[in-house]
């Protein structure tokens, strides 16, 4: 029924299908791989329930925008609210060399896309989730309102939260410039984890499912830190260092930064990965007498 769905808005949106396969790509949409009349093989997603706004138009901008800063992307070949068609990339090589690139490509991105200002033109996605990019020009305030305790309200976070773990979050925030250095704004790809790192037709690193806004870097990289990641991907923490001159210690600050994703995931899902477990224990030290 939901291939069904997916062939239907394809054969609807002009690109007739004589065959679609499915794909585990991303968690919030259906998605597949289309073989078409015409010869061509194309990817393909939609939403069974659509979310209330244009999620495939973001989508669509935030590949657009890594493209033009030098990050290889899929093309966007068709976006409408219900269906966003791409090129095909292909799985990525699990080998040093791999990660070595990927990691100099973004660091490039990164060092490239300078702002004085977080935040982007407009609201955006994570996921089926909204994402507030109101602009702010203090990156400490837009990381604690706009990443953090903008997720306090949703449901699932109020059920995973009692009010000591809230007080003690807001805690946390206010003592984020104490517990990391000031950092300059830039294009992030904002949900950069290794199942949305692909690679195209040649075998070099290509991503997807981006999530951008301008905001400090260490949001790519501790993304990657803190999910699974292959060994060769230890390249990738290295090169990445060693390119943007990261100071001592600098992966220390990477769980703060990793409190966006988890509480995200604990507003989208009831099994959250153990986000509620590591946002508990990160702010454990803020509680009133560290209980």
Same mark, same amino acid.
């Not at 059920?159 to 517990?179: G, N």
């Not at 991907?233 to 210690?249: H, I, K, L, N, Q």
């Given at each position: 029924?939901?291939?069904?769905?997916?062939?239907?808005?394809?054969?609807?949106?002009?690109?007739?299908?004589?065959?679609?396969?499915?794909?585990?790509?991303?968690?919030? #949409?259906?998605?597949?791989?289309?073989?078409?009349?015409?010869?061509?093989?194309?990817?393909?997603?939609?939403?069974?329930?659509?979310?209330?706004?244009?999620?495939?138009?973001?989508?669509?901008?935030?590949?657009?925008?890594?493209?033009?800063?030098?990050?290889?992307?899929?093309?966007?070949?068709?976006?409408? @609210?219900?269906?966003?068609?791409?090129?095909?990339? &292909?799985?990525?090589?699990? !080998?040093?060399?791999?990660?070595?690139?990927?990691?100099?490509?973004?660091?490039?991105?990164?060092?490239?896309?300078?702002?004085?200002?977080?935040?982007?033109?407009?609201?955006?996605?994570?996921?089926?989730?909204?994402?507030?990019?109101?602009?702010? !020009?203090?990156?400490?305030?837009?990381?604690?309102?706009?990443?953090?305790?903008?997720?306090?309200?949703?449901?699932?976070? &109020?059920?995973?939260?009692?009010?000591?773990?809230?007080?003690?979050?807001?805690?946390?925030?206010?003592?984020?410039?104490?517990?990391?250095? @000031?950092?300059?704004?830039?294009? !992030?790809?904002?949900?950069?984890?290794?199942?949305?790192?692909?690679? !195209?037709?040649?075998?070099?690193?290509?991503?997807?499912?981006?999530?951008?806004?301008?905001?400090?870097?260490?949001?790519?990289?501790?993304?990657?830190?803190?999910?699974?990641? @292959?060994?060769?991907? #230890?390249?990738?923490?290295?090169?990445?260092?060693?390119?943007?001159?990261?100071?001592?210690?600098?992966?220390?600050?990477?769980?703060?930064?990793?409190?966006?994703?988890?509480?995200?995931?604990?507003?989208?899902?009831?099994?959250?990965?153990?986000?509620?477990?590591?946002?508990?224990?990160?702010?454990? @030290?803020?509680?009133?007498?560290?209980?």
């Amino acid at each position: 029924m939901a291939l069904q769905q997916l062939r239907d808005r394809l054969d609807a949106a002009g690109f007739p299908v004589s065959d679609v396969r499915p794909t585990d790509e991303g968690f919030a #949409a259906l998605s597949g791989i289309a073989s078409l009349q015409d010869g061509r093989t194309v990817f393909a997603k939609t939403f069974a329930q659509q979310p209330d706004g244009d999620v495939f138009a973001a989508e669509a901008e935030g590949l657009v925008a890594l493209g033009s800063a030098g990050l290889r992307t899929p093309e966007v070949l068709h976006s409408d @609210p219900d269906l966003l068609v791409l090129s095909v990339l &292909q799985p990525r090589q699990e !080998t040093p060399e791999f990660w070595e690139k990927l990691a100099r490509d973004l660091a490039n991105v990164h060092l490239t896309t300078v702002s004085d200002r977080f935040g982007w033109p407009h609201d955006g996605w994570l996921g089926s989730k909204s994402q507030h990019n109101a602009w702010e !020009t203090d990156g400490f305030v837009f990381f604690a309102e706009r990443r953090v305790l903008r997720w306090l309200p949703e449901p699932r976070v &109020q059920e995973k939260l009692d009010p000591s773990d809230r007080k003690a979050l807001e805690r946390l925030c206010s003592a984020l410039p104490d517990l990391m250095p @000031p950092r300059p704004a830039c294009l !992030t790809h904002g949900d950069f984890w290794a199942q949305n790192i692909l690679a !195209t037709a040649d075998g070099s690193p290509a991503v997807i499912d981006p999530a951008v806004s301008f905001m400090w870097a260490d949001v790519d990289v501790a993304h990657l830190w803190s999910t699974p990641h @292959p060994p060769q991907a #230890a390249r990738f923490f290295d090169v990445y260092a060693e390119v943007t001159r990261a100071g001592p210690d600098w992966t220390d600050r990477l769980p703060y930064v990793q409190l966006r994703q988890h509480l995200a995931l604990m507003a989208m899902f009831d099994d959250d990965w153990g986000s509620a477990d590591a946002v508990r224990e990160l702010v454990r @030290p803020f509680r009133r007498g560290g209980a």
